[in-house]
């Protein structure tokens, strides 16, 4: 059972945790990270969940993501799904996520990774994940109409996409 660190609204670790599956006391939240890997043609690393999965699952997702457990930071959380997951080690030592978006039980933190990965060297772990394919944001967007992907809203998969090259919201050509 994942045992999580409980940060308060301004996202200072309190010296409190909790099991994951509990219910969250009033003003205490949690950190989750998501990876996103895109190759050198602009697609990105997605994975399809395995059927067993709880929680969205058969459905296809972001390259990696999870929460972090107890003593992660956000990079090591981050890098500690990626090995996990699909067996891909990345230093994200001074790398800070690109975009965090804030939901009602906590932080989700964005790493947008721009590196050319042969899926055929990957180990994916056979409790998360069943298959990983690279694909474009027009397939993406397809697969969300059709109900094969996490339902995330499409401007954020579009913001994903536009800002793997940079931080911040403004476009540097």
Request: net charge negative; with cysteine.
């Amino acid at each position: 059972m994942e045992l999580w660190d409980v940060y308060d609204i301004d996202r200072n670790k309190t010296n409190k945790t909790m099991y994951r599956g509990d219910a969250f006391e009033e003003n205490c939240y949690h950190l989750v990270v998501h990876i996103c890997i895109f190759n050198s043609k602009g697609e990105m690393l997605i994975q399809q969940r395995q059927p067993f999965k709880k929680g969205w699952s058969n459905m296809w997702d972001v390259t990696v993501g999870g929460s972090a457990i107890q003593g992660d930071d956000s990079q090591s959380a981050a890098e500690r799904e990626l090995l996990e997951e699909i067996g891909l080690k990345i230093d994200l030592t001074n790398i800070r996520p690109h975009i965090t978006v804030n939901f009602s039980k906590g932080f989700d933190d964005y790493y947008l990774i721009e590196q050319d990965v042969d899926i055929n060297e990957l180990s994916l772990q056979y409790e998360e994940v069943q298959k990983v394919k690279w694909a474009t944001k027009e397939e993406i967007f397809s697969m969300i109409d059709d109900g094969q992907f996490i339902p995330y809203y499409k401007s954020l998969i579009q913001l994903l996409f536009d800002n793997r090259k940079q931080y911040g919201s403004i476009k540097i050509d």
